[in-house]
């Protein structure tokens, strides 16, 4: 178990506001909460791995966010140039789409439950086999039924490991670049600040 954090997750989100919104110094709000720079700057803006395990900061959060919010603007202008007929079949195309993708994430979940049922009959049938005779028939038939469920629970899990493992390539494939500041909220690139 780690260490009881030395603030309230109140005072972090206080912490954190101030510096990502208001743009106040990791070293000053140091200082005022009597927390060390280091354990700020890990929490407000995580490495790579720390983001793996505590998930994404806010301000990754805000920028993909705005980044979407600009691409899904985009993209609702774009349908609106299209003749009426053209957006019934955009309109028709995505909820094909949605239901497909709805009734994938349900066979996964059935997959995942039906894998996990049968581990779990094959957990059992392991005590079936002698571990003084593993080779003795009944042992070979209880291995055989081992094989078996192993290879059917495997199967049933293969929509929903297929589901996360093309998700996670994708997240990986779309990773933004965070930028620092909050200038790119403002379209502000980094030629703009170099020229200011």
């Known amino acids: 178990m780690g260490r009881k954090s030395a603030l309230t997750p109140e005072q972090w989100a206080e912490v954190e506001r101030r510096h990502l919104v208001e743009g106040e110094s990791i070293n000053s709000l140091a200082k005022e909460f009597g927390v060390v720079e280091s354990v700020?700057?890990?929490?407000?803006?995580?490495?790579?791995?720390?983001?793996?395990?505590?998930?994404?900061?806010?301000?990754?959060?805000?920028?993909?966010?705005v980044e979407a919010d600009k691409k899904s603007k985009a993209i609702a202008e774009h349908i609106a140039e299209l003749p009426m007929v053209r957006q019934t079949t955009f309109n028709d195309l995505t909820e094909q789409l949605r239901s497909i993708s709805s009734h994938l994430a349900g066979a996964a979940n059935f997959g995942a439950a039906t894998s996990h049922r049968l581990a779990g009959i094959a957990h059992a049938k392991v005590q079936e086999i002698?571990?003084?005779?593993?080779?003795?028939?009944?042992?070979?038939e209880a291995l055989?039924?081992?094989?078996?469920?192993?290879?059917?629970?495997?199967?049933?899990?293969?929509t929903g490991l297929n589901l996360l493992a093309a998700n996670k390539d994708q997240a990986k494939a779309q990773a933004p670049e965070v930028p620092t500041g909050l200038?790119?909220?403002?379209?502000?690139?980094?030629?703009?600040?170099?020229?200011?």
């Open 40 to 65: 700020i700057r890990r929490k407000i803006k995580p490495n790579k791995a720390e983001q793996e395990k505590f998930g994404k900061s806010l301000s990754v959060l805000a920028f993909e966010k």
């Open 130 to 140: 002698d571990d003084a005779a593993p080779l003795s028939p009944a042992s070979i």
């Open 144 to 158: 055989k039924g081992v094989a078996a469920l192993t290879r059917l629970a495997n199967d049933a899990a293969s």
């Open 183 to 196: 200038g790119f909220l403002y379209g502000e690139t980094s030629d703009d600040k170099a020229g200011a």
